[in-house]
């Protein structure tokens, strides 16, 4: 699952949603956007914004349980 919370777009906002897809989500932001913050179309920027916060979700939970085993065994031996 892919998620993305409206405020890592720069609003004010506690919403946040998950879809399967980047497409899914790009367009479920986009009514999101328009239908509470009034804004008629999704920018470069704003789709720039969610890609990232896109691909930030996934890497940082990988890495986190990978270093973390090796660092503890390192310590112990
Ligand atoms: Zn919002």
Request: aromatic share 2%; proline share 4%; net charge negative.
């Amino acid at each position: 699952m892919r998620e993305v919370a409206c405020r890592s777009l720069g609003h004010d906002c506690g919403w946040k949603h998950a879809a399967r897809t980047e497409e899914l989500l790009m367009d479920v932001v986009a009514i999101h956007l328009r239908d509470v913050h009034g804004v008629p179309a999704l920018t470069q920027e704003m789709v720039g914004a969610i890609k990232q916060a896109f691909n930030n979700a996934e890497p940082i939970e990988i890495s986190a349980g990978d270093a973390e085993p090796e660092q503890e065994t390192q310590n112990r031996s």
